[in-house]
Nanobody, 114 residues
Framework: QVQPVESGGGLVQPGGSLRLSCAFS????????MAWHRQAPGKQRELVAS???????NYTDSVKGRFTISRDNDKKLVHLQMNNLKPDDTAVYYC????????WGQGTQVTVSS
């Protein structure tokens, strides 16, 4: 099965910004919800943000007002714009396609540190 491919992670100082991207060449990409999850060391994986095929978004409370999820169905991309990053945002970020057979990316590391 084809997997989503994330990019855009890295090291950033507190208060900085990063934009994550996820490419997924699935024929039915536009129909199903895409989501970003993250997993910090020693913690469970958690949902960060999701977006339906029609563009309806949902965010976990800790990122509301700082993160924005968006998608380009024509290019089969989903993005996560992350502003005002905090050390607690440090984690591996995973892209997930919520189709009939869910597909996960390999993850991209985001480290927020001075």
């Amino acid at each position: 099965q084809v997997q989503p491919v994330e990019s855009g992670g890295g090291l950033v100082q507190p208060g900085g910004s990063l934009r994550l991207s996820c490419a997924f060449s699935e024929p039915f990409f536009s129909i199903y919800t895409m989501a970003w999850h993250r997993q910090a060391p020693g913690k469970q994986r958690e949902l960060v943000a999701s977006i339906t095929g029609g563009g309806r978004t949902n965010y976990t409370d800790s990122v509301k007002g700082r993160f924005t999820i968006s998608r380009d169905n024509d290019k089969k991309l989903v993005h996560l714009q992350m502003n005002n990053l905090k050390p607690d945002d440090t984690a591996v970020y995973y892209c997930k396609w919520d189709g009939p057979r869910a597909a996960w990316g390999q993850g991209t590391q985001v480290t927020v540190s001075s």
